[in-house]
């Protein structure tokens, strides 16, 4: 591990450390900056994202127990940038003394989709109905219980749809099944029903270690081919009664886990069978800044973020309202253009309303590479909202090659 720069704390503020060096890790950054905090991050290399904008950053793997203490000795507090580091390193940084939030006795359960699901379904949290399954027997007795197709998932290692399988039938898992017992199948599959959703939203929370907690509206999250493309904030249409519900939900879970940080509850909306009322079920959780709340960097008066930072430090959390009416998230995934600053350069004379984010990340084929954001309209003028949809959506391809004009 090499560190480019010797490590500060500015009159006595703290040093968090953040292992992992992608773009939330980078999009911590300005609030650190604003907060007078001095930001740590544990890079997977001297070009990653954060690494790019964090002076700090030392190059290290976050599966080098080694490496990883080291970092954190430097650290007053450690949080994560992804849910990828493994039990055994998070267990000798606890041993170290590292004051690790979220902790991994809460970590565990948006790192493992089956400790996920029996503990929400512990607190009686509404789930898709769910099981483990290590064998063809058991795969099709959970089929012959809920139909065909299933949902098929790795347990550990998944994002953005990598590690879903949709299988009409067993044969679509024999890949799979031959694979139980090792990487992220060691506990065998996690099997749920395909759920009919009407959509998908999102409930943002915070939580201190002294418990006090705050909630973001609830948004609307839109993806493709797996990978959000747009998040709306908050939801359209969304019922009153199912957004209360959604919220008390997603604040029960980071009180009954002990999440410290940003939680993020992806939810399924549904219609209940029997009366119509709209109602949710939970996809999964994320406790770390999240891909449906980077509208809050310029929609809400404190940005997820700069709440992430606040949370882990245990300093009082910011307000978490929308500042406009409706906002907007567009990812900008890589496309066409290998160079953006030309493409950005118009964007900006063309909308000056919109803000740009992009992750200093190489261009690639469908990697997350950057969002735009727009913000206002009127709350009950759908026109209005439509048009800032039509905004965000032109820039992200804009920015993907997609359209040209
Ligand atoms: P990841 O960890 O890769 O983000 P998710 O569990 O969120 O994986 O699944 C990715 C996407 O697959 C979801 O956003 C949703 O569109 C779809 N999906 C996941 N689980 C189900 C399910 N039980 N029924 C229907 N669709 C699902």
Same mark, same amino acid.
């Given at each position: 591990m090499?560190?480019?720069?010797?490590?500060?704390?500015?009159?006595?503020?703290?040093?968090?450390?953040?292992?992992?060096?992608?773009?939330?890790a980078?999009m911590?950054?300005?609030?650190?900056?604003?907060?007078?905090?001095?930001l740590s991050?544990?890079?997977?290399?001297?070009?990653a994202s954060?690494a $790019?904008?964090? =002076?700090h950053?030392?190059?290290?793997e976050?599966?080098?127990?080694?490496? *990883?203490? &080291? %970092? @954190?000795? !430097?650290?007053d507090?450690?949080?994560?940038?992804h849910e990828?580091?493994?039990?055994?390193?998070l267990a000798?940084?606890e041993?170290d003394?590292?004051?690790?939030?979220?902790?991994?006795?809460?970590?565990?359960?948006?790192?493992?989709?089956?400790?996920?699901?029996r503990?929400l379904?512990? $607190?009686?949290? =509404?789930?898709?109905?769910?099981?483990?399954?290590?064998?063809?027997a058991? *795969?099709? &007795? %959970? @089929?012959? !219980?809920?139909?065909?197709?299933?949902?098929?998932?790795?347990?550990?290692?998944?994002?953005?749809?990598k590690?879903?399988?949709?299988?009409?039938?067993?044969?679509?898992?024999?890949?799979?099944?031959?694979?139980?017992?090792?990487g992220?199948?060691?506990?065998?599959?996690l099997?749920e029903?395909a759920?009919?959703?009407?959509?998908?939203l999102?409930?943002l929370?915070?939580r201190?270690?002294?418990g006090?907690?705050?909630?973001w509206?609830v948004?609307?999250?839109?993806?493709?081919?797996?990978?959000?493309?747009?998040?709306?904030?908050?939801?359209?249409?969304?019922d009153?009664?199912?957004?209360?519900?959604a919220?008390?939900?997603?604040?029960?879970?980071?009180?009954?886990?002990?999440?410290?940080?940003?939680?993020?509850?992806?939810?399924?909306?549904?219609?209940?069978?029997?009366?119509g009322?709209?109602?949710?079920?939970?996809?999964?959780?994320?406790?770390r800044?999240?891909?449906?709340?980077?509208w809050?960097?310029?929609?809400?008066?404190?940005?997820?973020?700069?709440?992430h930072?606040?949370a882990?430090?245990d300093?009082?959390l910011?307000?978490?309202?929308?500042?406009?009416?409706?906002?907007?998230?567009?990812?900008?995934?890589?496309?066409e253009h290998?160079?953006?600053?030309?493409?950005?350069?118009?964007l900006?004379?063309?909308?000056?309303?919109?803000?740009?984010?992009?992750?200093?990340k190489?261009?690639?084929a469908?990697?997350?590479?950057?969002?735009v954001?727009?913000?206002?309209?009127q709350?009950?003028d759908p026109?209005?909202?439509?048009?800032?949809?039509?905004?965000?959506?032109?820039?992200?391809?804009?920015?993907?090659?997609?359209?040209?004009?």
């Amino acid at each position: 591990m090499s560190s480019p720069t010797p490590l500060r704390a500015d009159g006595g503020f703290p040093v968090v450390g953040i292992i992992g060096g992608g773009q939330l890790a980078r999009m911590c950054q300005p609030p650190a900056v604003n907060l007078s905090l001095t930001l740590s991050v544990l890079a997977e290399s001297p070009t990653a994202s954060a690494a $790019l904008v964090v =002076p700090h950053s030392p190059v290290g793997e976050h599966t080098d127990t080694e490496a *990883v203490l &080291a %970092f @954190a000795r !430097e650290c007053d507090v450690v949080t994560f940038d992804h849910e990828h580091v493994p039990t055994e390193v998070l267990a000798a940084l606890e041993a170290d003394g590292a004051v690790l939030h979220p902790s991994p006795r809460a970590l565990v359960h948006a790192q493992d989709k089956l400790a996920m699901r029996r503990r929400l379904t512990e $607190l009686g949290l =509404p789930c898709p109905r769910w099981a483990q399954a290590r064998t063809r027997a058991e *795969v099709e &007795a %959970f @089929a012959a !219980e809920v139909g065909w197709p299933l949902v098929a998932k790795a347990p550990r290692g998944g994002y953005d749809g990598k590690g879903v399988l949709v299988c009409r039938t067993a044969d679509d898992l024999t890949g799979w099944l031959a694979g139980v017992g090792e990487g992220g199948l060691v506990d065998g599959i996690l099997l749920e029903e395909a759920v009919p959703f009407t959509r998908e939203l999102a409930a943002l929370v915070a939580r201190s270690p002294s418990g006090q907690a705050v909630a973001w509206p609830v948004v609307e999250t839109v993806q493709t081919d797996g990978v959000c493309t747009e998040v709306i904030a908050p939801a359209p249409e969304l019922d009153d009664e199912l957004a209360r519900d959604a919220v008390q939900g997603a604040l029960r879970i980071a009180g009954e886990l002990g999440v410290t940080g940003v939680l993020a509850v992806e939810l399924f909306e549904v219609r209940d069978p029997e009366g119509g009322r709209p109602a949710y079920l939970v996809n999964e959780l994320a406790m770390r800044p999240h891909n449906s709340g980077h509208w809050s960097i310029d929609g809400a008066v404190t940005s997820q973020f700069e709440q992430h930072l606040r949370a882990v430090l245990d300093l009082p959390l910011g307000d978490p309202s929308a500042r406009d009416p409706w906002t907007v998230m567009g990812n900008v995934l890589g496309g066409e253009h290998p160079d953006l600053y030309p493409t950005y350069r118009h964007l900006m004379a063309r909308d000056p309303g919109l803000k740009v984010h992009l992750y200093g990340k190489g261009v690639r084929a469908g990697r997350k590479i950057g969002h735009v954001t727009v913000g206002g309209g009127q709350e009950d003028d759908p026109a209005s909202l439509a048009a800032l949809r039509e905004r965000a959506r032109h820039a992200a391809d804009y920015l993907q090659g997609v359209v040209t004009e």
